[in-house]
T-cell receptor, first 109, second 114 residues
């Protein structure tokens, strides 16, 4: 079967750095996506990785290791508005997204 | 440019009732998707469409039907609602089906079936 694993919840302090991990087992791989979802809102796109390595967008970075079936999202200089759920999704061989359950990130002052 | 819109935003149904959820996008996207999101689970694909007049089943299609008569609209129907269909429903669209196409989501419909 296909499986995406993420921690259910994490807590971090404002101004700090946090790493959210995602491991996956899917039938085929055509890229890995990270989305942010604030409570009661729609998911919004954060990043996309298809090759091993780092993608950076401002305070957010994502890293992929295809050989390990692993990715992580790194959030720097945390702000209160970063409190949200972070969803990892893998595009499988049929070009359909398989979604993790999401990691709820709580930021404390 | 409104992006992806969904109506209604909230709905309460009784078991056995029917309803239609409407998704509209103004980005001229070819692909459209219907997902459901339940606590503790990832988004699950119900049905999708790769173009006007086409539809296909996703991971959890039972109990739902869809139609894509116009390119900009994707309708999700529940013929006989069941409590197990209580969920948040998201519509999404992409330009095409390639791996680099970002999915744009609507604001969601919160459905409760009593």
């Amino acid at each position: 079967g296909q499986n995406i694993d993420q921690p259910t919840e994490m807590t971090a302090t404002e101004g700090a750095i946090v790493q959210i991990n995602c491991t996956y087992q899917t039938s085929g791989f055509n890229g890995l996506f990270w989305y942010q979802q604030h409570a009661g809102e729609a998911p919004t796109f954060l990043s996309y990785n298809v090759l091993d390595g780092l993608e950076e967008k401002g305070r957010f970075s994502s890293v992929l290791s295809r050989s390990k079936g692993y990715s992580y999202l790194l959030l720097k200089e945390l702000q209160m508005k970063d409190s949200a759920s972070y969803l990892c999704a893998v595009m499988d061989s049929n070009y359909q997204l398989i979604w993790g359950a999401g990691t709820k990130l709580i930021i404390k002052p | 440019n409104a992006g992806v819109t969904q109506t209604p935003k909230f709905r309460v149904l009784k078991t056995g009732q029917s309803m239609t959820l409407l998704c509209a996008q103004d980005m001229n996207h070819e692909y459209m998707y219907w997902y459901r999101q339940d606590p503790g689970m990832g988004l699950r694909l119900i049905h999708y469409s790769v173009g006007e007049g086409t539809t296909a089943k996703g991971e959890v299609p039972d109990g739902y039907n869809v139609s894509r008569i116009k390119k900009q609209n994707f309708l999700l129907g529940l013929e006989s609602a069941a409590p197990s269909q209580t969920s948040v429903y998201f519509c999404a669209s992409t330009m095409g089906g390639s791996s680099t196409d970002t999915q744009y989501f609507g604001p969601g419909t919160r459905l409760t079936v009593l």
